[in-house]
């Protein structure tokens, strides 16, 4: 079942995010858990082929250090809702507005953030519009919550949104997905 949080209005929202953005600003994956999160891709395609890559809600530079080390001969770019970034590449935006120029602009779309969006049916859309190839996305099965509004139960729940939104299944696994963009 897919669920969401509530909120008052959409300003709510965003100073939910903004908040929890400041809370764990200073927290940093390894690189090799985006290579876990990569590798379904890279079985599938040769990395080279991919020239851009967008991560969304980095919260800080790390992901976008890790992902251009995973795609050396990419332009790799980041969004996050609060980040004041060092890097030209890092955005600050709700990343379910994306630049009008962003149209079809990335051949991959990363996110273990899918869980922060307001309206999940509008961020997909959104996603797919700028990506040209592939989305890989991790989605949370945790309670709804004000920093944490969205939320999925189950495989069959991400495979009817994809079929939804027309996208060809490459790889699922628990709640982790790679998904051709049709």
Known sequence: ????????????????????????????????????MMRPLFNLVDRKTIKTVV??????DNEVLCMKKLFPCSEV?????????????IYCLDFSECPDEWYKKFDVLFSNSIDHSY???KILKEWIRITKKYLVLQFSDSDPR???PFSIDSKKDIL??????GLDVL???????VAKIK
């Open 77 to 89: 770019y980041g969004t996050d809702i609060r980040y004041e970034n060092l890097n030209n590449n």
């Open 171 to 177: 790889y699922i696994k628990d709640l982790h997905l």
């Open 146 to 148: 004000p920093s944490d």
């Open 119 to 121: 309206i999940g049916d």
């Open 55 to 60: 991560c969304q809600g980095v919260r800080n």
């Open 1 to 36: 079942m897919i669920r969401k949080w509530e909120y008052n209005s959409y300003e709510e929202y965003i100073a939910h995010q903004k908040g929890r953005t400041k809370l764990r600003r200073r927290k940093k994956r390894p690189c090799k858990y985006y290579r876990k």
């Open 160 to 165: 009817d949104i994809c079929n939804k939104f």
